[in-house]
């Protein structure tokens, strides 16, 4: 079946050092979601990204989509405490809002 | 409160032994989706439902059997439980047909000895 490869698996920044996590599928998405879960929690949707090129920001965090609709980034900005958790995308080829296949997650630590 | 529930949250069972984890959502979404999360594997998608009676195989099916008889429940069942479903279980929901954000559930612990 499709993957998304979700780079680097873990990443630990000093508090107020940036934080990159990479997805990346060998065929064209249709579109690709993120979710962020803290220790012990549950998945909980941020963003999705549709269009070709797209960037999105929410305060400190930067979503982009590649232009070849094949990867995407999240960046977070200055990191907080707050920001402490694993980061999943989830890709979705067919278009059909049903089926999704989520990357391996990139677990973030924070150092305060 | 607008949520997904789960139960139990913890489960301990022994080889075999049929048992039921039970998901319902309050918000009259259509979809419902079960999956596992296991440690450098992600989250692994098992059976998704679009509606009452609609159900279909996600990436792991085997093993696992669902329904969807009413639009708030979707319970998921294991009829001979192995060790090697022992997994942290979410379901999830989702709105409109154009939605992609999913409601995840708690989230259930299981162990199979």
């Known amino acids: 079946g499709q993957q998304v490869m979700q780079i680097p698996q873990y990443q630990h920044v000093q508090e107020g050092e940036d934080f990159t996590t990479y997805c990346n599928s060998s065929t064209t998405l249709s579109n690709i979601q993120w979710y962020k879960q803290r220790p012990g929690g549950h998945p909980v949707f941020l963003i999705q990204?549709?269009?070709?090129?797209e960037v999105k920001k929410q305060k400190r965090l930067t979503f982009q989509f590649g232009e070849a609709k094949k990867n995407s980034s999240l960046h977070i900005t200055a990191t907080q405490t707050t920001d402490v958790g694993t980061y999943f995308c989830a890709g979705d080829w067919s278009g059909g809002y049903q089926k999704v296949t989520f990357g391996t997650g990139t677990k973030l630590q924070v150092i305060p | 409160e607008a949520q997904v529930t789960q139960n139990p949250r913890y489960l301990i069972t022994v080889t075999g032994k049929k048992l039921t984890v039970t998901c319902s959502q309050n918000?009259?979404?259509?979809?419902m989706s079960w999956y596992r999360q296991d440690p450098g594997l992600g989250l692994r998608q098992i059976y998704y439902s679009m509606n009452v009676e609609v159900t279909d195989k996600g990436d792991v099916p085997e093993g696992y059997k669902v329904s969807r008889k009413e639009k708030r429940n979707f319970p998921l069942i294991l009829e001979s439980p192995s060790p090697n479903q022992t997994s942290l279980y979410f379901c999830a929901s989702k709105g409109t047909r154009s939605s992609y954000e999913q409601y995840f559930g708690p989230g259930t612990r299981l162990t199979v000895t």
């Open positions: 918000m009259n979404h259509e979809y």
């Open positions: 990204l549709v269009k070709s090129g």
